[in-house]
């Protein structure tokens, strides 16, 4: 059986291959590559990469004001169940 080592590079592990094109080691690691590809092709083109809107050109955060609102309120309740 083939073995081959995982691309995802925070991975690395070996894994024997079912697949002749496979480069990963399991759907989680290709998902996650896959996530942040897309994710990386978003900010090159100055787009939220979370859900792709367009940023405002003026800030210095990594997220379209949707996602920032999104985020902040889910870590108030996530504070808010913790008590
Ligand atoms: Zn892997
Ligand atoms: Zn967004």
């Known amino acids: 059986m083939l073995k081959k080592k995982c691309e995802a590079p925070d991975c690395n592990k070996e894994f024997t291959v079912k697949m002749p094109h496979a ?3 399991s759907d989680k ?3 996650r590559i896959h996530a942040r590809e897309k994710s ?3 900010r ?18 990594s997220y379209c004001i949707n996602c920032q609102q999104y985020y902040k309120k889910r870590y108030y309740k996530n504070k808010e169940k913790a008590h």
């Open 23 to 25: 480069k990963y080691c």
């Open 29 to 31: 690691c290709r998902w």
């Open 44 to 61: 090159e083109k100055g787009l939220c990469p979370y859900c792709g809107n367009t940023m405002e050109k003026e800030t210095s955060a």
């Open 40 to 42: 990386q092709k978003r």
